[in-house]
């Protein structure tokens, strides 16, 4: 379970750093459509992840 929070921390801060990116790109009158589907790609990506992390969480406590 450990190895997999660890795994998690790291994606996340990976997603985060792209939609900072994104997101500087937009404020800055840069952005595009495509910047937008990144940013909601990256979102959902966080959202997946927590969501595997909570049944794994869930799982561990059933034994």
């Known amino acids: 379970m450990k190895k997999e929070l660890k795994n998690l921390s790291y994606q996340v801060r990976k997603i985060g750093v792209n939609i900072d990116q994104v997101v500087a790109k937009i404020n800055a009158g840069y952005g595009n459509q495509t910047d937008i589907y990144n940013l909601e790609k990256a979102l959902s990506q966080i959202e997946s992840e927590v969501e595997n ?11």
């Open 53 to 63: 992390l909570n049944k794994k969480v869930k799982d561990y406590g059933n034994h």
